[in-house]
């Protein structure tokens, strides 16, 4: 079976442009997160969607948003891109709507730089 | 804030040299405490589940304890292929998010 997929896993963009990153969770999975992690940083929780409805959201500004569709992959957004959102973006799935046990999937990720 | 902190941040051993890797947590009303493994350009992959003080879980070399304020992470005799960042993380009964510690890079030298 295919785990978690993410794309693009690489890219370069410019500040002040926009970023699209999508995520297809594992097949059955309703719940999608989205981490950032910074170089040497652990990961930083930005999103939760759960059957298409926003369920959590973490600490980053109105730049970031995203949205899941009727098929549970997710799309995250970024706006006016800053160095400082050069970083892994990791996508996640479970079977549970919350975190449960703890047995997030994790996707290999999008690797992002702003310059 | 909760708050995730590890130690060391970076630990060499000799294969078949034992040692702990440390997670002290603050997380108001912990429901659960997670370790994952994350090989370099790789995501996250989940070990372990601890939920009370005192549980103790296994899988191959590695060990998971538990105690009212931090975690231990015990590798036993490690191979080179133990290699990796060894992630803890928190998640409170307030919300769905875990809240991620910086990682202990292991590194087991042959």
């Known amino acids: 079976d295919a785990g978690v997929t993410q794309s693009p896993t690489h890219l370069i963009k410019t500040r002040g442009q926009h970023v699209t990153l999508r995520c297809s969770p594992i097949?059955?999975?309703?719940?999608v997160s989205w981490y950032q992690q910074v170089l040497g940083q652990g990961p930083q929780f930005i999103f939760q969607?759960?059957?298409?409805?926003e369920r959590g959201r973490g600490n980053f500004p109105d730049r970031f948003s995203a949205r899941q569709f009727p098929n549970y992959s997710s799309e995250l957004n970024v706006n006016a891109l800053l160095l400082g959102d050069s970083a892994l973006y990791l996508c996640?799935?479970?079977?549970?709507w919350g975190v449960g046990t703890g047995e997030l999937f994790f996707g290999e990720g999008s690797r992002l730089t702003v310059l | 804030e909760d708050q995730v902190t590890q130690s060391p941040e970076a630990l060499r051993l000799q294969e078949g040299e034992s040692s702990s890797l440390n997670c002290s947590y603050t997380v108001s009303g912990l429901r659960g405490l997670f370790w994952y493994r994350q090989d370099p350009g790789k995501g996250p992959e989940f070990l372990f589940t601890l939920y009370s003080a005192g549980e103790e879980k296994e899988k191959e070399r590695l060990k998971a304890t538990l105690t009212k304020k931090e975690s231990f992470l015990h590798i036993t005799a490690p191979k080179p292929e133990d290699s990796a960042t060894y992630l803890c993380?928190?998640?409170?009964?307030?919300?769905?998010?875990?809240?991620f510690g910086t990682g202990t890079r292991l590194t087991i030298i042959p």
């Open positions: 996640a799935s479970s079977s549970l």
């Open positions: 969607y759960y059957e298409k409805e």
């Open positions: 097949s059955g999975h309703k719940s």
């Open positions: 993380a928190g998640v409170n009964f307030g919300n769905e998010k875990l809240t």
